[in-house]
């Protein structure tokens, strides 16, 4: 419980520094070693870290005691005293009159040490959760610690309305004297450990960090309205800005917004809301049972999309929810994606729709993977739908148009800003698209709805429409390549994907095309990069793409020019993709993956794969060393 957690745990001190724009993470010794912290905005920081309980190594995610953190190389002998001394705020200082143990405020009574000392550390453990009770060895609240002797209302009004004498911190960025809880608050919270990196820029380089002004407007904004872990509760906007729902690049983003005028506070505090429900929804899917109505709320794991699933109870088992209409156990075995076990158990109720739905084996058939849903401007961290990424000038109308009809044939199109997919007529009625597009688009939508043959009246594939010339080879091809890139052929008499031997035996595909798509030339690239001018198959296109930390679809990075544009070039995907191993933990367990995928998973964030594929290219890290960060990640 978070109410109780934070006397136990605290937190988060200032754990270590973050070098922009590298990414590069060091321990607050390492970066006063190489000269990035001065030895006296170091030692600051790490008696912070010991006066609020541990000394903390960043790279290996370590809590140390001052004696293991000397041991590691974590500090340097020549501060190993003051850190001992600093540490005792934690294990308590020793009364030299009684012997007893006594706190870090008692200490300061008696003059046992320097004032502006202690004020430094009491202000950073009331920054990180409270004063600390060395004899019970917890944090506890102001009244008990007034009550123990260790705090008293004096010390807590001139912490409460810190001056210049009060501010025992530095901001090595704005040259500024901070309390502690002001430099946390300039801190970012690291994608993988949770921990809060004080971040550090060069000079001329674009530092981030909310103004006081700006800080109180966002403390006094309050709301009933949130859900979550705040549900039911008087919350601030601060401290849902703050949370773990919202990530660093949509906080920067937001404050930025506000700042400029673009959205106003109530806006602000909208978007705000509807992340933290939209977080909180697709979370508390995964707990859904079969108990539950019949009309239900069920998250597309791959799009973190939410869709309204009707689920038709039968005498055998429920349905599945196919890319546009249900589709039976039955179905699934018949299409080999589900075996005969498997089968059986689902009849006899021995597992669920929603279980086996979930397995990634049957999800990738029934939903597919990413498409590219929208494009992403590097500078302004903004994201668009294609068809606004072609209104602003960004994408050309051809690749725009290519672009929403591999949308349209893959399932539907996307609006990326509001996380939602579209039939063609809907994002049309939306204005997710232009009207000018709607018939091109309705035509590759056929590619999952289904071609009518001319000639029986059927219902026939996008690959079997291309044979009957119905549509033009090279659209066909583009669509064709788009379908297997996120996930495989459409059946559109079923409403799913198959397994290529399956598309075969229908004639949905055959080994002449595959062999086509195999091995692409120029002629089957029918995609394009705008940022390189390549063209590309719409896998290696898919491969360029960012993940939105909040939605999970991709998006298509769009950098201006001398901007720094990253994407792994064909030779050095080919040795990830070479390389191989069984030791994966987590949904890997027991399979062999290759790095490649290890790399492309929802364990790594795309700042950490960005920072791996340039140390490899650089040389600074081997491809053995490559993988085992990637497993450590993944453990």
């Given at each position: 419980?978070?109410?109780?957690?934070?006397?136990?745990?605290?937190?988060?001190?200032?754990?270590?520094?973050?070098?922009?724009?590298?990414?590069?993470?060091?321990?607050?010794?390492?970066?006063?070693?190489?000269?990035?912290?001065?030895?006296?905005?170091?030692?600051?920081?790490?008696?912070?870290?010991?006066?609020?309980?541990?000394?903390?190594?960043?790279?290996?995610?370590?809590?140390?005691?001052?004696?293991?953190?000397?041991?590691?190389?974590?500090?340097?002998?020549?501060?190993?005293?003051?850190?001992?001394?600093?540490?005792?705020?934690?294990?308590?200082?020793?009364?030299?009159?009684?012997?007893?143990?006594?706190?870090?405020?008692?200490?300061?009574?008696?003059?046992?040490?320097?004032?502006?000392?202690?004020?430094?550390?009491?202000?950073?453990?009331?920054?990180?959760?409270?004063?600390?009770?060395?004899?019970?060895?917890?944090?506890?609240?102001?009244?008990?610690?007034?009550?123990?002797?260790?705090?008293?209302?004096?010390?807590?009004?001139?912490?409460?309305?810190?001056?210049?004498?009060?501010?025992?911190?530095?901001?090595?960025?704005?040259?500024?004297?901070?309390?502690?809880?002001?430099?946390?608050?300039?801190?970012?919270?690291?994608?993988?450990?949770?921990?809060?990196?004080?971040?550090?820029?060069?000079?001329?380089?674009?530092?981030?960090?909310?103004?006081?002004?700006?800080?109180?407007?966002?403390?006094?904004?309050?709301?009933?309205?949130?859900?979550?872990?705040?549900?039911?509760?008087?919350?601030?906007?601060?401290?849902?800005?703050?949370?773990?729902?919202?990530?660093?690049?949509?906080?920067?983003?937001?404050?930025?917004?506000?700042?400029?005028?673009?959205?106003?506070?109530?806006?602000?505090?909208?978007?705000?809301?509807?992340?933290?429900?939209?977080?909180?929804?697709?979370?508390?899917?995964?707990?859904?049972?079969?108990?539950?109505?019949?009309?239900?709320?069920?998250?597309?794991?791959?799009?973190?999309?939410?869709?309204?699933?009707?689920?038709?109870?039968?005498?055998?088992?429920?349905?599945?929810?196919?890319?546009?209409?249900?589709?039976?156990?039955?179905?699934?075995?018949?299409?080999?994606?589900?075996?005969?076990?498997?089968?059986?158990?689902?009849?006899?109720?021995?597992?669920?729709?929603?279980?086996?739905?979930?397995?990634?084996?049957?999800?990738?058939?029934?939903?597919?993977?990413?498409?590219?849903?929208?494009?992403?401007?590097?500078?302004?961290?903004?994201?668009?739908?294609?068809?606004?990424?072609?209104?602003?000038?960004?994408?050309?109308?051809?690749?725009?148009?290519?672009?929403?009809?591999?949308?349209?044939?893959?399932?539907?199109?996307?609006?990326?800003?509001?996380?939602?997919?579209?039939?063609?007529?809907?994002?049309?009625?939306?204005?997710?698209?232009?009207?000018?597009?709607?018939?091109?688009?309705?035509?590759?939508?056929?590619?999952?709805?289904?071609?009518?043959?001319?000639?029986?009246?059927?219902?026939?594939?996008?690959?079997?429409?291309?044979?009957?010339?119905?549509?033009?080879?090279?659209?066909?091809?583009?669509?064709?390549?788009?379908?297997?890139?996120?996930?495989?052929?459409?059946?559109?008499?079923?409403?799913?994907?198959?397994?290529?031997?399956?598309?075969?035996?229908?004639?949905?595909?055959?080994?002449?095309?595959?062999?086509?798509?195999?091995?692409?030339?120029?002629?089957?690239?029918?995609?394009?990069?705008?940022?390189?001018?390549?063209?590309?198959?719409?896998?290696?296109?898919?491969?360029?793409?960012?993940?939105?930390?909040?939605?999970?679809?991709?998006?298509?990075?769009?950098?201006?020019?001398?901007e720094l544009y990253f994407f792994v070039d064909e030779a050095t995907k080919l040795i990830l993709k070479s390389t191989t191993t069984t030791r994966a933990e987590g949904k890997y367990k027991g399979t062999t993956m290759t790095l490649w995928d290890l790399l492309y998973s929802k364990y790594i964030t795309e700042e950490k794969r960005r920072e791996l594929v340039q140390q490899y290219?650089?040389?600074?890290?081997?491809?053995?060393?490559?993988?085992?960060?990637?497993?450590?990640?993944?453990?």
């Open positions: 419980m978070e109410s109780v957690r934070s006397y136990l745990q605290g937190k988060g001190c200032v754990a270590g520094v973050i070098l922009q724009p590298s990414n590069k993470k060091l321990s607050i010794y390492e970066a006063q070693r190489i000269g990035i912290l001065t030895p006296g905005t170091a030692l600051c920081l790490l008696e912070a870290q010991a006066a609020t309980g541990f000394i903390v190594d960043p790279l290996k995610n370590k809590k140390l005691t001052v004696k293991q953190a000397l041991k590691e190389k974590l500090v340097g002998p020549q501060i190993h005293e003051k850190l001992l001394s600093a540490e005792r705020a934690v294990t308590g200082y020793r009364d030299p009159y009684t012997g007893q143990k006594i706190s870090l405020f008692q200490a300061l009574q008696k003059d046992l040490i320097v004032k502006q000392h202690a004020l430094r550390l009491l202000e950073a453990q009331i920054a990180t959760g409270g004063i600390i009770d060395p004899v019970h060895s917890h944090r506890v609240p102001v009244q008990v610690a007034y009550q123990r002797g260790y705090f008293d209302e004096e010390m807590n009004e001139i912490l409460s309305d810190p001056d210049i004498d009060t501010k025992g911190f530095f901001d090595p960025n704005t040259q500024e004297n901070l309390t502690y809880l002001q430099l946390l608050e300039r801190c970012v919270a690291d994608p993988t450990t949770g921990l809060n990196l004080l971040s550090i820029t060069k000079k001329g380089e674009f530092y981030f960090f909310v103004d006081e002004a700006t800080k109180l407007i966002l403390k006094s904004i309050t709301t009933t309205e949130a859900e979550g872990k705040y549900q039911g509760t008087t919350v601030s906007l601060w401290d849902l800005l703050y949370s773990k729902y919202i990530t660093e690049e949509k906080r920067i983003e937001l404050v930025q917004q506000y700042k400029s005028g673009s959205i106003t506070i109530e806006s602000f505090l909208e978007t705000i809301l509807t992340i933290i429900q939209q977080q909180t929804e697709f979370s508390s899917s995964s707990s859904m049972v079969m108990s539950q109505p019949p009309e239900r709320r069920v998250e597309s794991s791959t799009l973190k999309t939410t869709v309204t699933t009707t689920v038709t109870e039968t005498n055998e088992v429920d349905h599945f929810h196919g890319i546009r209409k249900d589709v039976t156990a039955a179905e699934l075995l018949e299409s080999k994606i589900i075996n005969e076990d498997l089968y059986k158990n689902l009849t006899a109720g021995s597992v669920t729709v929603t279980e086996v739905s979930e397995m990634e084996s049957v999800r990738k058939y029934l939903e597919g993977t990413n498409c590219i849903a929208g494009v992403y401007l590097q500078s302004t961290k903004e994201t668009l739908s294609i068809y606004q990424a072609k209104s602003k000038g960004l994408l050309t109308p051809g690749t725009t148009l290519v672009l929403l009809e591999a949308q349209a044939a893959t399932g539907f199109v996307i609006d990326p800003v509001n996380n939602k997919k579209l039939s063609v007529e809907e994002a049309v009625a939306q204005g997710v698209v232009g009207s000018e597009w709607k018939n091109k688009l309705l035509s590759a939508e056929r590619a999952v709805t289904g071609y009518k043959d001319p000639y029986t009246g059927g219902i026939i594939s996008l690959f079997q429409a291309l044979q009957k010339d119905l549509i033009v080879k090279d659209h066909g091809i583009r669509l064709l390549e788009a379908q297997i890139a996120t996930g495989g052929i459409i059946d559109p008499v079923y409403s799913h994907r198959v397994p290529v031997q399956v598309a075969y035996t229908r004639g949905y595909f055959d080994k002449e095309m595959n062999e086509i798509l195999s091995d692409p030339d120029d002629d089957t690239k029918g995609f394009f990069d705008p940022n390189t001018q390549e063209n590309l198959t719409y896998l290696q296109l898919v491969e360029r793409c960012i993940t939105d930390p909040i939605t999970g679809l991709s998006l298509l990075v769009i950098a201006k020019k001398d290219k650089s040389g600074s890290i081997t491809i053995e060393s490559f993988l085992e960060t990637i497993l450590k990640f993944i453990q």
